[in-house]
């Protein structure tokens, strides 16, 4: 996924004079965030846990009295950004010697001494886990002035989000349904920073979804590294397809979406669900990483390219609708230009409507770090390009065919190139701009699509 920069504390509009009695009115928090959904939740979690304790959030980073930066280490390009967005802060902090700096998310989990040898100017480092601790670590940073590193070894359980937690979007909420992954892809740094596979209760989970609708959130969003292989650790018989038809009672919620699914565990019964059960988004990201079922071998994938493509043919067979979206890894070591060709005839069969593309990052601690990495720098670059090409062929003769379509979109966003316009998503996850004011924010609208592009479409309300 990619890199993102996030304002989105200044969401928290609503974060008021509950807290005016606060010590700590006065000090005011900025969160970076580097990495997936899962991450930007983790820095949601956080920013609602400062709040709770009276600190307030502020959108200029040099008005800001904590910064924080969240972390990611699935590919060696993002350490470096982690280490000049560090760098930059360190300068702030000669002028400044007041602020606080503290690092938390799966980098910090796994580099605390580099992080600490290099950058000294870092007040703590908390790892995945370890940002439960967040206010406990900054009041005895205050009252102390001394820093404290929680690494703890990742939970057995997960615990349940406080009460009344402040999310990011006003319209779509993000729900931890497991965390950690037991899978091992060779070359995948995640199991180790994030621990081994944890569900949380599905009754803690409905819970936190009721009250989500109470507050009148539409959507869900449901989180884990591999959503498929979901069990109640209290109850073995809740899958993951069970807790979807559990969500799907819950009044008020009108849509569900889910990331990751890992094609090994992706059944027809998901599939089933998906088609029999309205509420839930009729998009899918199913990641296939390579059309080579040698390099998926290698990969560690447990599935084949035919294997892929027969659940690609039961969705596309049972829900007609359905929009797929998928990552892809280049030039993983041995990959030669026919198993290249492959991932791209994949694509031309499959045809994505969205696609996360990479190229191959060795990572420390992996299994792939042990072999050579066979593809140059170049070719990887070039497959990469030839790769995005395609797809956005792909996606742009897909949008154009939906011109002069009447399309239902569920409103979640201001567009970032028109301040006049909103976006919206369809079920399939496509996003229609179209022209309105704030007050239609999280209502659903039928639009008339008018034109395309390859990564959005425009529309006009009817
Ligand atoms: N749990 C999810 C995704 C995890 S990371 C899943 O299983 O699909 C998101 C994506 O980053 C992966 O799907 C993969 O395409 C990419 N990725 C992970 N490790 C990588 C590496 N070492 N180099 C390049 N891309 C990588
Ligand atoms: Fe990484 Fe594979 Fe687990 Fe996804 S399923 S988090 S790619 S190890």
Same mark, same amino acid.
């Given at each position: 996924?990619?890199v993102s920069r996030?304002?989105?504390v200044?969401?928290f509009?609503w974060?008021?004079?509950?807290?005016?009695?606060?010590p700590?009115m006065?000090?005011?928090?900025?969160?970076?965030?580097?990495?997936?959904?899962?991450?930007?939740?983790?820095?949601e979690?956080?920013?609602?846990?400062?709040l709770?304790?009276g600190?307030?959030?502020?959108?200029?980073?040099s008005?800001?009295?904590?910064?924080?930066?969240?972390?990611?280490?699935v590919?060696?390009?993002?350490?470096h @950004?982690i280490f000049?967005?560090?760098?930059? !802060?360190?300068?702030?902090?000669r002028?400044?010697r007041e602020l606080?700096?503290g $690092?938390?998310?799966c980098?910090?989990?796994?580099a605390?001494e580099?992080?600490?040898?290099?950058m000294?100017? $870092?007040?703590f480092?908390l790892?995945?886990?370890?940002?439960?601790?967040?206010p406990?670590?900054?009041d005895?940073?205050r009252s102390l002035?001394?820093?404290?590193?929680a690494?703890p070894?990742?939970?057995?359980q997960?615990e349940g989000?406080?009460?009344?937690?402040?999310?990011?979007s006003p319209?779509?909420?993000?729900?931890?349904?497991?965390e950690?992954?037991?899978n091992f892809?060779? &070359?995948?740094?995640?199991?180790f920073a994030?621990g081994?596979?944890?569900?949380?209760?599905?009754?803690?989970?409905l819970?936190?979804i009721k009250?989500?609708?109470?507050?009148?959130?539409?959507?869900?969003?449901?989180?884990?590294?591999?959503?498929?292989?979901?069990c109640?650790?209290s109850n073995n018989s809740?899958?993951?397809?069970?807790?979807?038809?559990?969500?799907?009672?819950?009044k008020?919620i009108?849509r569900i979406?889910f990331v990751?699914?890992?094609?090994?565990?992706?059944?027809?019964r998901?599939?089933e669900?998906?088609?029999?059960?309205?509420?839930?988004?009729?998009?899918i990201?199913?990641?296939?990483?390579s059309?080579?079922?040698r390099?998926?071998?290698?990969m560690?994938?447990?599935?084949?390219?035919?294997?892929?493509?027969?659940?690609?043919?039961?969705? @596309?067979r049972e829900?007609p609708?359905i929009?797929?979206?998928?990552?892809?890894?280049?030039g993983?070591?041995?990959e030669?230009?026919?198993?290249?060709q492959?991932?791209?005839k994949?694509?031309?069969?499959?045809e994505f409507d969205?696609? &996360?593309?990479? @190229?191959?990052?060795?990572?420390?601690?992996?299994?792939?770090y042990q072999?050579?990495d066979t593809?140059?720098?170049e070719?990887?670059?070039?497959?990469?390009?030839? !790769?995005?090409?395609?797809?956005?062929r792909?996606?742009?003769?897909?949008?154009?065919?939906?011109v002069?379509?009447?399309v239902?979109?569920?409103?979640?966003?201001v567009? @970032?190139?028109?301040?006049?316009a909103l976006c919206?998503?369809t079920?399939?996850?496509?996003?229609?701009?179209?022209k309105g004011?704030?007050?239609l924010m999280?209502?659903f609208?039928?639009?008339?699509?008018?034109?395309?592009?390859p990564?959005?479409?425009?529309?006009?309300r009817?």
């Amino acid at each position: 996924m990619p890199v993102s920069r996030q304002y989105w504390v200044n969401a928290f509009y609503w974060a008021s004079d509950e807290h005016s009695l606060s010590p700590f009115m006065l000090m005011k928090f900025y969160i970076y965030t580097f990495g997936c959904q899962m991450s930007e939740h983790d820095s949601e979690y956080m920013g609602a846990v400062l709040l709770e304790k009276g600190y307030s959030s502020t959108e200029e980073e040099s008005a800001a009295d904590i910064i924080l930066v969240n972390t990611c280490c699935v590919r060696e390009k993002v350490e470096h @950004k982690i280490f000049t967005k560090l760098g930059r !802060l360190a300068k702030l902090k000669r002028k400044n010697r007041e602020l606080i700096i503290g $690092v938390t998310g799966c980098y910090a989990q796994l580099a605390k001494e580099e992080i600490k040898r290099r950058m000294p100017q $870092v007040d703590f480092v908390l790892g995945t886990q370890g940002i439960r601790r967040l206010p406990e670590v900054i009041d005895r940073l205050r009252s102390l002035r001394q820093g404290w590193d929680a690494m703890p070894k990742t939970d057995k359980q997960l615990e349940g989000f406080p009460c009344g937690f402040r999310r990011r979007s006003p319209v779509q909420a993000m729900v931890t349904i497991m965390e950690g992954c037991n899978n091992f892809c060779a &070359y995948c740094i995640i199991p180790f920073a994030r621990g081994r596979e944890r569900s949380r209760a599905a009754e803690e989970i409905l819970r936190e979804i009721k009250e989500a609708a109470a507050e009148g959130y539409k959507e869900v969003l449901l989180l884990g590294q591999n959503v498929n292989s979901y069990c109640d650790p209290s109850n073995n018989s809740i899958s993951f397809a069970d807790l979807l038809i559990k969500i799907h009672q819950i009044k008020g919620i009108e849509r569900i979406r889910f990331v990751t699914s890992h094609p090994k565990d992706f059944s027809y019964r998901l599939v089933e669900v998906i088609r029999d059960y309205p509420k839930i988004c009729n998009h899918i990201h199913l990641p296939v990483q390579s059309g080579s079922t040698r390099i998926l071998k290698l990969m560690n994938r447990k599935y084949s390219r035919a294997e892929y493509m027969e659940k690609i043919a039961w969705l @596309k067979r049972e829900v007609p609708e359905i929009g797929i979206s998928t990552d892809i890894i280049v030039g993983f070591p041995e990959e030669t230009e026919d198993d290249f060709q492959q991932t791209m005839k994949l694509m031309e069969e499959v045809e994505f409507d969205g696609i &996360y593309s990479f @190229k191959y990052s060795p990572r420390p601690l992996t299994r792939a770090y042990q072999y050579p990495d066979t593809v140059p720098k170049e070719i990887k670059g070039r497959r990469l390009m030839e !790769l995005q090409g395609l797809q956005k062929r792909i996606q742009l003769t897909k949008n154009q065919s939906l011109v002069g379509r009447v399309v239902e979109i569920l409103v979640d966003s201001v567009s @970032k190139k028109d301040p006049y316009a909103l976006c919206g998503r369809t079920s399939s996850n496509r996003i229609v701009n179209f022209k309105g004011g704030p007050e239609l924010m999280g209502k659903f609208l039928r639009v008339k699509i008018v034109r395309a592009g390859p990564n959005s479409l425009f529309g006009e309300r009817v």
